[in-house]
Nanobody, 122 residues
Framework: QVQLVESGGGSVQVGGSTRLSCAAS????????MGWFRQAPGKGQEFVAA???????QYEDSVKGRFTITGDNAKRVVDLQINNLQFADTAVYYC????????????????WGQGTQVTVSS
């Protein structure tokens, strides 16, 4: 069974940067996607970015140009670089894993990490 462990995040000033990392273990399938979702207080889960084994990526429109997802298939790690942080980026960020290609809907991702908090402050 795949397990995901996120790291990074914390409190960051507006306009600053942070990097989130997610390490996967227990995966037995060769083709997979890893993604990042976030949930702000009082809101539902929102797709942020995802990357599949081929290197193809997908981003939510509002984060394009500020968020960059990268993956290392051999190390089974996916990172999310977040630049120019805005107050609206404050949320719990979750890493997710699925077999096969990219999919933006949370219900299509069966494996989730425990989440890591990103708080943007002035």
């Amino acid at each position: 069974q795949v397990q995901l462990v996120e790291s990074g995040g914390g409190s960051v000033q507006v306009g600053g940067s942070t990097r989130l990392s997610c390490a996967a273990s227990g995966r037995t399938y060769a083709k997979f996607s890893m993604g990042w979702f976030r949930q702000a207080p009082g809101k539902g889960q929102e797709f942020v970015a995802a990357i599949q084994t081929s290197g193809e990526t997908q981003y939510e429109d509002s984060v394009k140009g500020r968020f960059t997802i990268t993956g290392d298939n051999a190390k089974r790690v996916v990172d999310l670089q977040i630049n120019n942080l805005q107050f609206a980026d404050t949320a719990v960020y979750y890493c997710a894993d699925r077999v096969g290609v990219l999919a933006p809907l949370p219900e299509n991702w069966p494996v989730w990490g425990q989440g890591t908090q990103v708080t943007v402050s002035s």
